[in-house]
């Protein structure tokens, strides 16, 4: 049974042009009956921290975030937070869907990410309790950030005694059709957020093909991607240290600066409920075991993580590879590739994706 607990965090500033300001921005803190906790707020609807025992029992928070929520505020990593409508890549920031031709913003080198500057992740969500779970909405209007449709969202956090953190993420649009793609861009670090380098940590991926990028990180063409890992450093069908390989002089790692791929997921396995990753500490002994409904997984090594704002602990900045996110999302560029699985949502449709982290150690 979790106790949650809300507190304002702060308010929001009034806009330049006069628009009013003043909402509030919510911190909320879901503690299970181990006294395991995971910390989020509105704002992106953002993960901002969760705290589990490590094999000894200590309790470190082993989510990546900061101390002030407007460190949050049009961050570069995304630190926790929800990202869409789209998230990860879409080349050149076009797409057509149904005979028209859509342009987004271009805000990573010439393709779009994220959703755009603001996306979902810079928008103050409403927040909401209902009995055990933490959900947040949001309403995007046709033409948000240049895409169709009137979408409404919703993520949905749980967390049990099993130190199980399920994120559920629901949209329905109305008037066109659009396209979707949601996760959450949470960083690990299982040694404790603040406790530098993840080079030590193993993982492992029931993934047996990854998709190879040009020089921008948009999916080659078909025929060349999906990929199989064998004989390469993106093979972690059995656990590898992280930093066993990243500084190969592998072309896909070094146009990346480290991994920052998606790899798609094995056959039967995207349910929901069956392990498709698993992330080690052999200091702490802490592991994140992650399951999802979702095609595949976006791994990406905190490449770009230096000259973040302050951490959660006073005078600490994070560097580079201080944390992992396991992104679980559909697959870079779906919208332009008819040999992707669809990212089409029409309206009188739900979009429902699931994605589990559990929490354990050995």
């Known amino acids: 049974m979790n106790e949650i607990t809300q507190q304002v965090w702060g308010f929001?500033?009034?806009?330049?042009?006069?628009?009013?300001?003043?909402?509030?921005?919510?911190?909320?803190?879901?503690?299970?009956?181990?006294?395991?906790?995971?910390?989020?707020t509105n704002y992106g609807a953002a993960i901002v921290g969760i705290t589990v025992p490590d094999r000894e029992g200590q309790m470190a928070d082993v989510a990546l975030g900061y101390d002030k929520w407007q460190s949050y505020v049009a961050?570069?990593?995304?630190?926790?937070?929800?990202?869409g409508r789209y998230a990860n890549r879409i080349a050149k920031g076009t797409f057509t869907l149904e005979d028209?031709?859509?342009?987004?913003?271009?805000?990573?080198?010439?393709?779009h990410l994220h959703g755009g500057p603001t996306g979902f992740a810079n928008r103050l969500w409403?927040?909401?309790?209902?009995?055990?779970r933490v959900v947040f909405g949001y309403h995007s209007a046709d033409g948000e950030e240049g895409y169709p449709g009137d979408l409404y969202v919703e993520a949905c956090y749980d967390w049990d005694d099993d130190n199980r953190l399920e994120i559920t993420y629901y949209a329905r649009v109305e008037g066109k059709a659009t396209i979707v793609n949601l996760t959450n861009h949470v960083y690990f670090n299982l040694n404790g957020h603040d406790k530098g380098s993840i080079s030590n940590h193993e993982l492992m991926l029931h993934a047996s093909r990854y998709l190879p990028t040009d020089d921008t990180?948009?999916?080659?063409?078909?025929?060349?991607?999906?990929?199989?890992?064998?004989?390469?450093?993106?093979?972690?069908?059995?656990?590898?240290?992280?930093?066993?390989?990243?500084?190969?002089?592998?072309q896909q790692l070094i146009w990346g600066k480290g991994y920052d791929h998606c790899w798609v997921i094995d056959?039967?396995?995207?349910?929901?409920?069956?392990?498709?990753?698993?992330?080690?500490?052999?200091?702490?002994?802490?592991?994140?075991?992650?399951?999802?409904?979702?095609?595949?997984?976006?791994?990406?090594?905190?490449?770009?993580?230096?000259?973040?704002?302050?951490?959660?602990?006073?005078?600490?900045?994070?560097?580079?590879?201080?944390?992992?996110?396991?992104e679980c999302q559909a697959f870079p560029d779906s919208p332009n590739r008819g040999d992707f699985p669809s990212v089409v949502l029409k309206p009188g449709e739900t979009y429902e994706q699931h994605i589990v982290y559990r929490f354990g150690t050995k």
């Open 217 to 250: 990180a948009i999916p080659l063409p078909a025929g060349q991607a999906p990929a199989q890992v064998e004989e390469t450093p993106m093979d972690f069908r059995t656990p590898h240290a992280i930093g066993e390989r990243i500084d190969e002089p592998f």
């Open 267 to 326: 056959p039967g396995l995207a349910d929901g409920k069956k392990t498709v990753a698993e992330l080690y500490s052999p200091d702490s002994g802490r592991f994140v075991e992650v399951a999802t409904t979702q095609p595949g997984i976006q791994i990406y090594t905190g490449n770009w993580l230096a000259g973040s704002p302050e951490s959660k602990t006073a005078g600490h900045f994070y560097a580079d590879r201080d944390g992992v996110a396991m």
């Open 100 to 111: 028209k031709t859509y342009k987004l913003a271009v805000n990573n080198g010439p393709n």
């Open 12 to 40: 929001t500033p009034s806009a330049p042009g006069g628009e009013a300001g003043g909402e509030p921005v919510i911190l909320y803190t879901m503690t299970n009956s181990k006294g395991a906790s995971v910390r989020l």
């Open 126 to 132: 409403e927040g909401r309790v209902e009995g055990n």
């Open 75 to 83: 961050d570069g990593p995304a630190m926790g937070k929800s990202v």
